[in-house]
């Protein structure tokens, strides 16, 4: 997220590098003719999705992109990451420098350019999401700062708050989760409070509750209460926990299956980035139908 803008504007950004994409059709049409041999690094993207809120607007405006790509376009060291031309690597002053070169979908519309992200606490710990242990999750940075220098779209520059965190599997998403719900709000001196709540396919329901301090210290917090919140265009359920349901501030990304949100805090008025993921509507036929409009496949050429 930025901050405010000369202008008014807001901006934010989300990006995630898959290897495996887990919400790849590509991917899923593959295990389900080749089983376990479908190799997760021939099915990799990197998925930018770039927000701008004009000043007076209350929604925002969305740049959209994720090719996936094939092995040949994959490119891994122990400090960097090369999916097709865009890069991630970790730079010996401890920041992760992202270079982006992607084409939006499924209008095409180039995202050029720099990100810069230093972490400010590395906890170093990850937690497991199932009882099995199959599924983990680590948050890298829970409090990073964040500059962007774009030049597509052409002079976009900003600055703001970021958080890094990884996920990774032994098996298919919707084979052991049937939906999550996720949420991180700033706190501003105080650290930052991460939400997740996973409900699996077999067995009981899990709720991470976490704050992390300045130091990188983690606190575990007993679970708040579940609020409701309004659902989607697409009729897809949203919740999280609070002690006082909070203002759905903005939904930024809506989906068949997935949703990303801004929620406000109704006490303080801070602002939380949440995400609600529906993986019985995943699979669906009709859903894996409708995603290679947003999720192009380029499997040939090196790095193109």
């Not at 920041?95 to 992607?102: A, K, N, R, W």
């Not at 606490?121 to 409090?143: E, K, T």
């Not at 349901?245 to 949703?259: H, I, K, M, N, R």
């Not at 006490?267 to 669906?284: N, P």
Request: proline residues 8%; positive net charge.
């Amino acid at each position: 997220m930025s901050e405010p803008q000369a202008d008014g504007s807001h901006y934010a950004l989300s990006l995630i590098a898959f290897i495996g994409s887990v919400f790849s059709p590509y991917y899923a049409w593959a295990r389900q003719r080749q089983g376990a041999a479908v190799r997760p690094a021939a099915h990799c993207a990197l998925n930018v999705s770039l927000y701008h809120r004009p000043a007076g607007r209350k929604a925002y405006r969305r740049l959209w992109a994720m090719t996936e790509r094939s092995e040949a376009q994959l490119r891994r060291r122990a400090d960097s990451l090369q999916i097709g031309p865009s890069r991630l690597r970790w730079a010996q002053d401890g920041s992760l420098q992202i270079s982006v070169d992607e084409w939006t979908a499924p209008w095409p519309q180039r995202l050029r350019g720099e990100i810069q992200l230093r972490p400010r606490v590395l906890p170093g710990q990850a937690f497991a999401l199932d009882a099995a242990g199959r599924h983990h999750w680590q948050p890298i940075s829970p409090r990073a700062d964040l500059a962007l220098d774009f030049e597509a779209p052409r002079g976009l520059r900003w600055q703001g708050q970021a958080y890094l965190d990884s996920n990774r599997g032994e098996r298919p998403l919707e084979d052991d989760f049937l939906s999550w719900q996720w949420s991180r709000r700033d706190l501003g001196a105080q650290g930052s409070r991460v939400l997740y709540d996973v409900q699996a396919c077999v067995g009981a329901r899990q709720t991470l509750a976490l704050d992390f301090d300045e130091h990188g210290g983690i606190q575990t917090r007993p679970a708040p209460p579940e609020c409701g919140l309004p659902g989607t265009a697409w009729g897809l359920a949203r919740s999280t926990r609070a002690d006082r349901t909070p203002v759905l501030a903005s939904t930024l990304e809506s989906g068949p299956f997935y949703s990303r949100s801004l929620l406000r805090d109704p006490i303080d008025g801070s602002l939380a980035v949440h995400e609600s993921l529906s993986l019985q509507r995943f699979r669906q036929p009709w859903v894996q139908a409708l995603l290679p409009f947003r999720m192009p496949r380029r499997s040939s050429g090196a790095w193109a």
